[in-house]
């Protein structure tokens, strides 16, 4: 029996919505994406999807990509925040649920920083 084994990419980036810089690659960062909650399913439909760890930027910020039936979502968690996430928290690259994340979920969509992607 093996295992899948998952590696997070640690990437440097700046937070370039908070700064006004935008990206020379040409990605936009987040804008094009509204937060549309009429569309969004509802916290017990997303929380049943699956999440993956796209990347772990430097500073500490994990994106998960959040995916259910015919959505996904992008979450972003600061795990630099020891009061929130803890000393020796471990984070998996991915849930086959996505419940254990929702505490993450629920705080993003309330602050309107949950992604729908598509």
């Known amino acids: 029996m093996g295992t ?14 908070s700064s006004g810089q935008e990206c020379p690659c040409g ?3 987040r804008h ?24 772990v930027q430097a500073g500490g910020i994990a994106t998960y ?15 630099s925040d020891k009061h929130d996430v803890g000393e020796t928290a471990t984070f998996m690259c991915h849930y086959e649920r996505a419940i254990i994340l929702m505490r ?13 992607i598509f």
């Open 104 to 116: 993450w979920i629920r705080r993003a969509i309330e602050k309107g920083d949950f992604i729908e």
């Open 4 to 17: 899948n084994a998952c590696v997070a990419k640690l990437v440097y980036a700046e937070d370039l919505k």
């Open 32 to 55: 094009r994406h509204e937060n549309n909650r009429n569309n969004m399913e509802t916290l017990t439909q997303i929380v049943k999807g699956k999440a993956d760890m796209v990347s």
């Open 27 to 29: 990605f936009e960062s």
């Open 65 to 79: 990509q959040i995916t259910t039936e015919g959505h996904q979502y992008q979450l972003d968690i600061d795990l």
